[in-house]
Structure formats: C-alpha cells, structure tokens
C-alpha cells in the first residue's frame, strides 16, 4: 500500500510552525540541477510533512528562475504524493479583497520562459491538464480553510504571468474580461510537472492586493503586499496544520494523476536510450522500466 506523504510549497515564512518540533533539511540533487532550498522535513502530530520554499529562504529567487522541475523531482524522490502549493495573488474581482483564500481549479498559462516538461528530450509525454488540481486535495483544503475560520472561495481561475513585474492596466483588464479571479507568477508550470510526475496537486491563493484594475489599487506596492502577506501567513500556519491532519481522509485512489502516464507517452520503446530513461526514472520510471 502506498504511503500518502505531503508536501507544501510555499513562502518561507509559513514554516515557522511552534509545533513542528523534529527538524531535518535535505540536501537533495536532481537532473534538472538543484531545489529551490534545502526541503524541511518534520513530523507534526506523528505525520511526516514536507516544506519547500518555492524562493528560498529569504526570498532570493525570482518567479522566472525558479527551478521548477528540480523542486517536483525532489519532492518526488522524498515520496511526496500531494502538494499544496500556498501563494500570494493579485484579485481580479471586487469580491475577492486582500486577506480572502481562494482553492484554484484552473489555471490560465501565460508565462513564457520557463522549462514546462520533463519530457523534452528524445522521451514524448503528453499528460491531460483538463483539470490541473486534484480534486480530493481540494476538498482537504476546503476543510482545513473552513477549520480555520478563513474567508474563503472554492474555485477559480489563476492567471500565471510571467513577471517579476506587475501587470499593466490593459492587461490587468483583458484577465477580467476572461473571467479569471486571481493573478500571480508561480503555479506554472509547477502544476503541470507535477501532473507529469503523477503527483496529486492543489493550490490554495492568498489574496494579498486587488490587481492595476482596481482604482484604488493602481500602484501595486511592495509595502503594503508585505503587510497583508504576513496575516495571510499566519492564517496559513492554522490551515497548514489542519490540512497535515486530514488530507490523508480525501485521498482519492482514483483520482487521474495516480497514474496518468500510463496513456501519456507516445515515444516507442526503441527510441527511448538509457541515459533518458535514467534521467526520467524519479519522474517516470514507474512506466519506462516495464
């Protein structure tokens, strides 16, 4: 039986949990290069949890030059089952103010000078990301969010810009007109790797500011972000620890991702060499060595 570890990815501030008393950080390599920062693993009411600091600590690394399939191949090499990513957005609706959580189940793509695959070298995997997050690990979410007493919203759609700079009005505009509620640099491709390396995913949005849009809000600022980011953190700690407790109740042993690569590769067998089998055996070697 397959044991449900989970890990969160997510600023370095939602770390500093009073209870999580057993402390290691991992060194871990990767072939895609290095992680983000050391992992913490901890346990907390006997549960092994996993915390990557998607920046690093100290918030050194930028939206763009984030390692992003180092991250999941060494979540995955930990064992990691499901993530839950924990980000700051913009809002793009009246009804979603600073400090409100939204439990994303779509994502909107817009970046663009990022690596998006594992399967990018002579290996050809297409994975289905009709629905990106998963949804036993949304109904977690949803009840470790209404535990804490968070406002909240269940669903919505997460543009991805590529930043490190905030939107422009026109563009701030057009993502409304699509209908889409938050805006933020970091769930792609993270979620798409993750879908690649069968690893259930959901991604809870803090809402830190109202994107250029709002006229009140047209000079986003890094100050006044910080503040609300802070409150959300710490609302975040009480969900986190919530989450860490019931998660394993809305595993969902037929959730797609579980083994969503078994229909995904397209590559013939003869084609595949060894040094890319190798290179893939944390991401995919459940489905190459058969």
Known sequence: MTTNKLAIIGGSGLYDVEELKERELLDLQTPWGKPSDQILKTKYNSKEVYFLPRHGRGHFVSPSEINFRANIDALK????TDIVSVSAVGSLKENLPPGKFVIVDQFIDRTFARKKTFFDDEIVAHVSMAHP???GLM??????????????QRNGTYVVMEGPQFSTLAESNLYRSWKADVIGMTNMPEAKLAREAEIRYAS????????????????VDVQQVIKVLLGNAEKA???IKNLIDNF????DPNDPTNNCLDVAIITAPEKRTKKTIDKLKTIAGRVLSK
């Open 77 to 80: 090499q930990l064992g990691v």
């Open 248 to 251: 394993e109740s809305y595993v």
């Open 237 to 239: 700690k009480i969900m």
């Open 139 to 152: 109904n977690a979410c949803e009840q470790a969010i209404k535990k804490s007493n968070i406002d909240y």
């Open 133 to 135: 997050t998963s949804n």
């Open 204 to 219: 809870v949005s803090m809402v830190t500011d109202f994107d250029c849009w709002h006229p009140d809000h047209e000079n």
